[in-house]
């Protein structure tokens, strides 16, 4: 499966921004989609997870409350809203794609996108 992000930018603090993560393929539903960042000099690291349903979401805590993960499995695509943003959300954020995989170590995941950057200024 083809994951395409978009949505990045620059944005100043307590901003808001909506990424998306777009698939060509007609399985996407299958696919448990999770989103991760990766900081200049830093490890890639967990932000968010969808089931392939939907139903169920879970977050890193240093997100909780302000990103909200979201799927429209007829556009076959994910998104990730992103508000309250904070200087240290600066990253290239990355989603990604497994049929079994639906947590926080990246390693398991399949299919990876080629990522968006954000930035938050102070």
């Known amino acids: 499966v083809q994951l395409v992000e978009s949505g990045g930018g620059l944005v100043r603090a307590g901003g808001s921004l909506r990424l998306s993560c777009a698939s060509s393929?007609?399985?996407?539903?299958?696919?448990?989609i999770s989103w991760f960042r990766q900081a200049p000099g830093k490890e890639r690291e967990f932000v968010a997870a969808?089931?392939?349903?939907?139903?169920?979401?879970r977050y890193a805590d240093s997100v909780k409350g302000r990103f909200t993960v979201s799927r429209d499995n007829a556009k076959n695509t994910v998104y990730l809203q992103m508000n309250s943003l904070k200087p240290e959300d600066t990253a290239v954020y990355y989603c990604?794609?497994?049929?079994?995989?639906?947590?926080?170590?990246?390693?398991?995941?399949?299919?990876w996108g080629q990522g968006t950057l954000v930035t938050v200024s102070s």
């Open positions: 969808i089931t392939r349903s939907g139903d169920i979401t």
């Open positions: 393929g007609r399985t996407f539903n299958r696919y448990g």
């Open positions: 990604a794609a497994d049929l079994t995989a639906y947590g926080p170590i990246w390693r398991q995941y399949t299919y």
